[in-house]
């Protein structure tokens, strides 16, 4: 079954520094998504990416965040210059073509991201 | 903004028992809801979907009841098994058009063998 997948599993970084996150969606989908999940707390909306650019965002995704589709398969996420406060849960997800109002979004397994 | 919450934090249930789990949204104009199971460490997996226009759907062992009078969203999971422990959270799409989800803080359900 085609899952979505993302890497690293666990990024450690200096407050401060680049990091970039990487995602596989599904093959056939459209549209991708990032999402974070702060210990304990729900998942939030980062932003959504559809041909090639970006259709909605959040107000957390500022301008310290981009995302970016360089390739036919990965979708990145770049986050600046970090934060103590970016440490989170960071979760890909990807739906496709959007038939009968399903609006289906599957999730990867996560990057957890450390800022020290 | 849309606001997605949940009437329990955590739920108990013996194996075999049928859990409900409860949402409560605010959003009248959400057009699209889906039930997502969250198992630690992992992220959330796509359990089941209810368009705005559906009161019920049935899945394998689970059922989505809506009732867009009260805004509540309900998952029923029937005779649950000890695999069915998790977070669950619902999430709601707006409706105007953006396709992003809005997410309630989770029900932790525990299955008692």
């Known amino acids: 079954e085609p899952e979505v997948t993302q890497t690293p599993s666990h990024q450690v970084t200096q407050m401060g520094q680049e990091v970039i996150l990487r995602c596989v969606p599904i093959?056939?989908?459209?549209?991708f998504y990032w999402y974070r999940q702060i210990l304990g707390q729900k998942v939030e909306f980062l932003v959504s990416?559809?041909?090639?650019?970006?259709?909605?965002k959040s107000e957390i995704f500022d301008d310290q965040f981009s995302v970016e589709r360089p390739d036919g398969s990965n979708f990145t996420l770049k986050i600046r210059s970090t934060k103590l406060e970016d440490s989170a849960m960071y979760f890909c997800?990807?739906?496709?073509?959007?038939?009968?109002?399903?609006?289906?979004?599957?999730f990867g397994p996560g990057t957890r991201l450390t800022v020290t | 903004g849309e606001s997605v919450g949940l009437h329990l934090p955590t739920l108990s249930v013996q194996e075999g028992d049928n859990s409900i789990i409860n949402c409560a949204y605010s959003?009248?104009?959400?057009?699209?809801f889906i039930w997502y199971k969250q198992e630690s460490g992992k992220g959330p997996q796509f359990i089941i979907d209810?368009?705005?226009?559906?009161d019920k759907r049935q899945g394998q062992r689970v059922t989505v009841l809506l009732n867009k009078t009260v805004k509540h969203l309900s998952l029923q999971i029937a005779a649950t098994q000890p695999g069915d422990s998790a977070v669950y959270f619902c999430?709601?799409?707006?409706?105007?058009?953006?396709?992003?989800?809005?997410f309630g803080t989770g029900t932790r359900l525990t299955v008692i063998p």
């Open positions: 959003n009248s104009a959400s057009d699209y």
């Open positions: 990416f559809y041909n090639n650019e970006i259709s909605e």
């Open positions: 209810i368009r705005s226009n559906m």
């Open positions: 093959s056939n989908h459209l549209y």
């Open positions: 999430a709601e799409r707006s409706g105007t058009g953006a396709n992003n989800l809005f």
């Open positions: 997800a990807s739906g496709g073509e959007q038939r009968l109002s399903s609006y289906e979004q599957y």
